[in-house]
């Protein structure tokens, strides 16, 4: 799949619930309504979607949320497309997940094909990270990351840049997953979905984070990707990377290779736009086949936008997109 600027369209991120256990404070607000079951697509309907996509030449799959890991029977979805890696067109399939329920799924997830999983972590802190999940407790997500090592998966560490929030902390995070052998992701704040308080007063721009990590680390860049936004550096004290998602301070949109996928089967070209395509109607329509449902992507892929546009400063203060990023699946 090429899209109207030349970029092939290779990875499809999948939010298979728009629920959560946590509640981070910039990812939602305190008292969240969720979706109704009936819009929400089943796991088959997933399932089928997904395969649509790579028979299009569709090659990673990430499933995200939401937290993807309390969806109720989300493994039977890991099993149907880590069955379809290799032969089936697949390539990868990975997750992203907040770390809660990783003691008990981490086995069964390598066991259906995983091999990577991203965990968010803003914070080895267990009070702030109490705070800012408003509900979490640091030692269980620590004990899933350390199951998801022990059965054999790559673990990369996401934290969002809080600014007077984790500021402090990233010298600290980055000489524990140095020891530990976790690469990092730090990522800037997006403006997305209303969250109660102010971003202007959250953002921290990276750029700034770099240069203060420089004084303590060497840093030296590289060209490895991961099929994501991140820029890597090579650290050199811990032999582990370190990554910078900067969709504020640098737009990474001229590379862009993926989609994103709703539980509700609403496909959403760009993470910071808001023009999409229905699949639920289609999936629930008993005379549409696989090539219908094969052509309607095809279709939405031909409508992907050139970028966002994500501003954050005083007088932008309202969400640049309306929707949640657990909504889209971050
Ligand atoms: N619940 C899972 C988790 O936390 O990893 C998966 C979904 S979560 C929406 C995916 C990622 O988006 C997390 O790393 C989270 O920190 C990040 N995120 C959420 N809201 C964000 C925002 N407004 N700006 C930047 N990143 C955000
Ligand atoms: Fe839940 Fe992930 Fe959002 Fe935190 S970032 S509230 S864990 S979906």
């Not at 028979?55 to 109720?72: A, C, F, H, M, Q």
């Amino acid at each position: 799949m090429i899209d109207p600027f030349g970029r092939r369209i290779s990875y499809l991120r999948v939010s298979v619930t728009d629920r959560c256990d946590l509640r981070c404070v910039y990812c939602m607000a305190e008292d969240m309504t969720f979706l109704p079951k009936r819009e929400v697509l089943t796991l088959e309907e997933l399932d089928r979607l997904c395969g649509a996509f790579i028979g299009l030449g569709v090659e990673k799959i990430r499933l995200t949320g939401g937290e993807p890991l309390v969806r109720k029977n989300v493994l039977s979805l890991f099993r149907s497309l880590g069955a379809r890696i290799g032969a089936g067109g697949l390539r990868e399939l990975t997750v992203t997940t907040n770390g809660t329920q990783l003691g008990q799924m981490a086995e069964p997830l390598y066991a259906a094909g995983v091999r990577r999983i991203n965990v968010s972590l803003d914070t080895l802190d267990p009070g702030l990270f109490h705070a800012v999940t408003r509900w979490g407790a640091l030692e269980k997500v620590l004990d899933g990351i350390f199951a998801a090592k022990a059965a054999g998966l790559a673990v990369k560490i996401n934290a969002v840049a809080l600014k007077g929030v984790n500021e402090g902390e990233y010298d600290r995070m980055l000489a524990w997953c140095g020891e530990h052998g976790f690469d990092l992701c730090l990522i800037e704040t997006m403006p997305m979905g209303d969250i109660t308080g102010d971003r202007t007063d959250q953002y921290l721009p990276l750029s700034l984070v770099r240069s203060r990590l420089r004084e303590h680390w060497t840093l030296e860049e590289t060209d490895y990707r991961t099929g994501g936004p991140a820029r890597y550096y090579a650290v050199k004290e811990t032999g582990t990377r370190i990554g910078f998602i900067t969709p504020m301070t640098h737009n990474f949109c001229e590379s862009c290779n993926r989609v994103r996928l709703t539980c509700t089967g609403t496909l959403y070209m760009c993470l910071g736009q808001e023009d999409s395509a229905d699949f639920r109607a289609l999936l629930r329509d008993p005379s549409v086949d696989d090539a219908q449902l094969q052509a309607a992507i095809a279709a939405a892929i031909a409508r992907k936008p050139k970028g966002h546009d994500f501003i954050i400063d005083r007088r932008h203060n309202r969400p640049s997109v309306g929707r949640h990023m657990s909504v889209t699946g971050g």
